[in-house]
């Protein structure tokens, strides 16, 4: 088992920047591909980015690549969303999820995960 805590949600105005942290306990995190993923009022959960278990690979959702930027320290069992030039259609609560790295779905899949934080809302001003 893994348990995921999320963590740096919050109000932010458009423009602005957040972190995002998720925190695992359990098992080695190391060995776990690691995904963040979104879901709006009346939405559907949606991709955001994906690392792999090293870090060495990565992948993000289009509405978002440039702007959020995935990273992960292993020593600290941490996997991190870094979010810029944030934007109104950014808010909602953004879960991380995890799954073994050695899955062969692509990395956006959602059901893909076998586990899943709490989730932490992010709110973007106009």
């Known amino acids: 088992q893994v348990q995921l805590v999320e963590s740096g949600g919050g109000l932010v105005q458009a423009g602005g920047s957040l972190r995002l942290s ?13 995904g963040w993923f979104r879901q709006a009022p009346g ?6 980015a994906a690392i792999s278990w090293s870090g060495g690979r990565s992948s993000y959702a289009d509405a978002v690549k440039g702007r959020f930027t995935i990273s992960r320290d292993n020593a600290k069992n941490t996997v991190y969303l870094q979010m810029n030039s ?15 790295f050695t899955s062969a779905q692509p990395m ?8 899943w934080g709490q989730g932490t809302q992010v709110t973007v001003s106009p």
């Open 22 to 34: 998720c925190a695992a306990s359990g098992r080695p995190f190391g060995s776990y591909t690691v």
């Open 86 to 100: 944030l934007k109104p259609e950014n808010t909602a609560v953004y879960y991380c999820a995890a799954r073994q």
């Open 43 to 48: 939405k559907e959960r949606e991709f955001v």
């Open 108 to 115: 956006g899949v959602a059901r893909s995960y076998d586990y």
